[in-house]
């Protein structure tokens, strides 16, 4: 009979014992919370921290919207620009390339216009001062159409440059909510902490997703764009030889006649 007293005060202590742990697993099982996936942070962060999510997948899409957009038109003016710095190196004179290129808005077909317009200009007298004239108006519209082809391209720069700072922003404000909470819960309890610091991760990983595609792409782009101001470059050159052999041949009439 004593020993079966000494078992049952000893299983009574033994819960007496276990029960405090217990209580604490019933409790942090309480406090943890029931989704831990993106989404579920996202619903669960704060209005600040949200509104930095949302700014960050906003920046995300124009990033992605950006580059296919410029992909795109760069892709179609590149190839044409080639195709027409193929015609100013064949044999042929600018009368002729200018009605080739009537009614086109292409850059090559801007210059040769350009060009042209400014020998018409001229009454036909084809000089150095020709040539000049010819270079000023070339260099014009070739700044333009090259300011043309990179608009759109520095917002990725903005978007490299301020994203992970933007995400450091909502990464400082959930750690600081998370220790406010602390000090309203009165508890160093891990599970009280973890979500607000999960939340404020998260902002930083999407601050990082936003800004190292945009970095990269805006690297893409500007190589594009680069090599783009290439080809116009040399339909410049192309378009002053054409007007160089105009002038040569004129000459040569000239002095043909003359004898």
């Known amino acids: 009979m004593r020993r079966t007293l000494q078992r049952m005060v000893g299983a009574i202590g033994g819960a007496a014992v276990l029960s405090p742990g ?18 579920g942070m996202f619903t669960g962060a704060d209005i600040v921290v949200k509104a930095v999510m949302i700014g960050l997948a906003f920046a995300s899409l124009v990033t992605w919207t950006v580059w296919l957009a410029k992909s795109i038109e760069l892709r179609r003016k590149s190839s044409l620009a080639r195709r027409r ?3 100013l190196e064949s044999d042929t004179t600018l009368s002729e390339v200018e009605h080739a290129s009537l009614g086109a808005s292409d850059a090559v077909a801007q210059l040769i216009q350009s060009a042209a317009r400014e020998t018409s200009l001229s009454r036909g007298i084809v000089d150095d001062g020709l040539k000049e004239r010819i270079a000023l ?33 909502g990464t ?9 909470g602390i000090s309203e819960a009165k508890t160093t309890n891990l599970a009280v902490v973890a979500p607000g610091i999960a939340e404020a991760l998260l902002a930083t990983a999407l601050g990082l997703v936003a800004a190292i595609p945009a970095v990269v792409i805006y690297n893409h782009l500007a190589r594009a764009v680069s090599a783009y101001r290439a080809l116009l470059t040399d339909a410049s050159a192309q378009v002053l030889l054409l007007v160089s052999r105009q002038r040569d041949r004129s000459a040569f009439t000239l002095s043909r006649a003359a004898e």
Do not use: K, Y
């Open 22 to 39: 217990a209580a604490f697993a019933a409790a942090d099982n309480a406090l943890l919370p029931r989704n831990l996936s993106p989404w």
């Open 85 to 87: 710095l193929g015609e």
């Open 172 to 180: 400082v404000w959930g750690i600081m909510n998370s220790f406010i």
């Open 137 to 169: 108006r070339l260099e014009r519209v070739e700044a333009a159409m090259s300011q043309q082809i990179a608009r759109g391209t520095g917002v990725l720069a903005t978007i490299g440059a301020t994203a992970p700072f933007v995400g450091l922003f």
